[in-house]
């Protein structure tokens, strides 16, 4: 669930994998839109059957069933980065960011350990 309103954000086709989440409007450097995300227990985690790349973590394990996030791709140049405090995830845009353009984040790939990752089965 979205907190704020500033970022119109639509599901696309992607050039980079599957279907990318791209900006309606032009959205300025440093502006920011949070969400409210709901958290899954490690515990419960382990326990759900169900398509589990429907789900993230930062710190957290996020359910983004019903969050657009779900389509952010990767990029080694970036265009947004994010913040989190508890459920609140803080999406922001390191960059101005054009009309019809993709929302990358980079997944934290550079070595053994991922920063932003999608749990997968």
């Known amino acids: 669930m979205s907190l704020n309103d500033r970022f ?7 050039k980079i994998n599957g279907l990318g989440l ?35 973590f930062f710190e957290s394990i996020y359910d ?13 140049n970036p265009n947004i980065d994010y913040d989190e405090v508890g459920n609140k995830v803080r999406i922001i845009a390191l960059e101005d960011i ?4 993709e929302l990358t984040i ?8 991922k920063r932003f990752k999608f749990k997968t089965i």
């Open 22 to 56: 791209f900006s309606e409007q032009k959205i300025n450097k440093d502006e920011y839109c949070e969400y409210i995300l709901p958290i899954i227990e490690e515990d419960e985690w382990d326990n759900l059957v169900e398509d589990k790349e429907r789900f993230f």
């Open 64 to 76: 983004l069933r019903e969050c657009k996030l779900k389509y952010l791709n990767h990029s080694e």
């Open 98 to 101: 054009r009309h019809g353009e």
């Open 8 to 14: 119109n954000l639509s599901v696309k086709k992607s």
């Open 106 to 113: 980079d997944y934290g790939w550079d070595g053994e350990e």
